[in-house]
């Protein structure tokens, strides 16, 4: 997953948006002020970090603000985070940046509101600090991001397991993928690659994943590509528009770029009378509230691919302190947490009934380096480690 979630996470834009106000700051206790100059520097131990959050609007997003806040707190870590907020806005952002080198921080860490970082790369560049950007990248910074593609084949591997027991195949089944095409080529990773794993499994035409392009409606014989912007609405009035479309009595597989959309698929599913519980498989995507509980409960969720948002501030901070010990990340792109979950594995990762995470997956080749920083340790979430 060169995942720029966008998902936001399907498509940072589309998902949510008040936050702390301009480009006030407040420490990880949560009070404002200036953090002074860099500790290490100083010979004091504490790593200090300047920390811009795509927004502190919407809960998405501050989740991962106050949740590092409180790992702090509660792990003694000697760590002290200085936020800021870019609220969605790219010349916001970009005045962040500035006031983030003017603090001298041992490291800094950005959470873009989009692509526009040209700007802001130089200004972080030129200040020699290490720097970490989270799930977009910026230029002269080392990216920490999720994988789309990854979180796609997993998914499929585990829906065509089951469809194939069940005896679907391409006489009888049809594949609805939901795009996002505002959202970019990296971000529709995760359908193009769910469709190009699942169609061998179930027999169906071999597709150059590569192939399936925004543009794309329909895709060989068996599946059918729509564009639900990461939405619910446009993904129901888009699936309902294209229902007469789907032989009657086919079975259908559902996945799209995040929850919401499929929860605006499933509902135009179930309006027209497609969606008994064996005749429709879906693979959700987000590891939000709504996902967790429909794999547990709803026999026809089959897989969520977790992507942990709510803990990729620790990832951040562990990832700025290997950086500042002179870490090389092995990888252009080091992996944030994710893993696809199945109905076995979700009490594994979240504590049963809940949606609370308990347990992030193992570090693999792209972020074992992390572990180098120590936050990791300190925290002590992370299975294996």
């Known amino acids: 997953m060169r995942r720029t979630v966008q998902l936001a996470i399907a498509a940072a834009a589309a998902l949510m948006l008040s936050a702390c106000g ?8 949560g009070s404002s002020g200036d953090s002074g100059g860099a500790s290490a520097a100083a010979g004091d131990e504490t790593f ?4 811009s959050n795509y927004t502190e609007a919407a809960p998405l997003f501050r989740v991962i603000h106050t949740n590092l806040d409180k790992a702090v ?3 003694g870590a000697k760590v002290k985070v200085k936020w800021y907020d870019n609220a969605g806005d790219p010349a916001k952002m970009l005045q962040n940046a500035q006031l983030m080198v003017r603090d001298k921080p041992d490291a800094i860490v950005i959470y873009p509101v989009s692509n526009a970082t040209q700007g802001v790369g130089k200004v972080l560049g030129d200040s020699k600090i290490p720097c970490v950007s989270v799930n977009l990248d910026t230029a002269q910074c080392n990216f920490l991001n999720i994988d789309n593609r990854a979180l796609g084949e997993g998914s499929a591997e585990i829906i065509g397991k089951i469809a194939k027991e069940k ?19 990296q971000v529709n990773d995760c359908v193009r690659y769910f469709y190009s794993t699942i169609a061998p ?6 597709v150059d994943a590569t ?6 409606t329909k895709v060989g014989a068996n599946a059918i590509q729509f564009d639900g912007g990461s939405q619910l609405q446009p993904s129901f009035e888009a699936v309902k528009n294209l229902l007469p479309s789907i032989p009657k009595g086919n079975n259908i597989i559902l996945y799209t770029v995040n929850n919401d959309s499929t929860n605006g698929a499933l509902r135009a599913l179930e309006d027209a009378g497609r969606a008994g519980n064996d005749k429709l498989l879906i693979g959700g995507l987000g590891g939000d509230e709504a996902g967790i509980k429909a794999l547990r409960e709803d026999p026809r969720w089959v897989a969520e691919g977790d992507i942990f948002v709510s803990w990729w501030g620790e990832y951040a901070v562990a990832m700025a302190q290997a950086l500042a010990k002179g870490e090389t990340p092995p990888k252009d792109v080091t992996a944030l947490p994710q893993i696809v979950l199945d109905k076995e594995s979700v009490d594994q990762y979240h504590a049963p009934g809940s949606v609370d995470v308990k347990l992030l997956p193992p570090l693999d080749e792209s972020n074992q380096f992390l572990s180098k920083g120590g936050f990791l340790q300190d925290i002590g979430n992370i299975e294996g480690l």
């Open 22 to 29: 301009g480009s006030d700051a407040t420490d990880s206790s």
């Open 48 to 51: 200090e970090i300047s920390f």
């Open 73 to 75: 707190k509660d792990s």
């Open 167 to 185: 005896g679907w195949n391409a006489s009888n089944t049809t594949v609805l993928i939901g795009q996002n095409a505002a959202a970019g080529e």
């Open 201 to 206: 499994i179930l027999g169906m035409e071999a």
């Open 211 to 216: 192939s399936i392009t925004a543009k794309t």
